[in-house]
């Protein structure tokens, strides 16, 4: 029976069989690593849309245009994850990882494309972390974000190629 709709004696009476209300948990180190990824998410969320404005300046519509879309991905991961932070019970947090700018196109798309693979290799972390402590939703909710992931590596990947391609 849920536990919101147990009585005060029911409480009691199972409390007295042993059983104890259902509470979700998770490890220190689930959660440790939950929050860095969180960290992540809003550290890419501001150097991405700040880029989206400089790169507007700089010349470029159609790169201006995919930091935009995926600074707003970032913020929607923020929030995914937060949730889940949330509720474990714990405080998620509101510190981003150290943001980089870059001066140039070509400097952005190469600090972005780092910051995806980083964010790809702790996704797959908290995915394994997470299956081995027997907990399935939140390794799906990381596999989900994990798979856009590879998409904004893939497509910052390809505006570097044009990039270079175009000796810009
Ligand atoms: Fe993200
Ligand atoms: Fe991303």
């Known amino acids: 029976m849920p536990k919101e709709l147990l009585t005060h004696a029911d409480v ?3 409390e007295a069989k042993g059983a ?3 509470s979700p948990g998770a490890s220190k180190k689930l959660i440790d690593l939950m929050n860095a990824g969180a960290s992540r998410e809003i550290q890419v ?3 991405y849309i700040w880029q989206h404005i400089m790169a507007r300046g700089i010349m470029s519509e159609s790169v201006s245009k995919v930091l935009e879309e995926t600074a707003i991905a970032e913020m929607k991961h923020y929030e995914k ?3 889940r932070i949330d509720y474990f019970g714990q405080r ?4 981003p990882a150290e943001i980089k700018f870059g001066d140039s196109i070509k ?3 190469e600090l972005d494309k780092k910051a995806e693979e980083e964010a790809i290799k702790l996704y797959k972390e908290i995915i394994s972390v997470a299956k081995a402590q027997n907990d399935p939703t939140t390794a799906f909710i990381f596999q989900e974000i994990l798979e856009q992931e590879e998409d904004h590596h893939y497509k910052f990947s390809t505006l570097l190629d044009k990039d ?3 000796h810009l």
């Open 81 to 83: 994850i937060a949730e």
């Open 107 to 109: 400097e952005m798309l």
């Open 92 to 95: 998620p947090t509101t510190k």
């Open 45 to 47: 969320a501001i150097q």
């Open 164 to 166: 270079k391609a175009m």
């Open 20 to 22: 104890k209300p259902y």
């Open 12 to 14: 009691i009476a199972e």
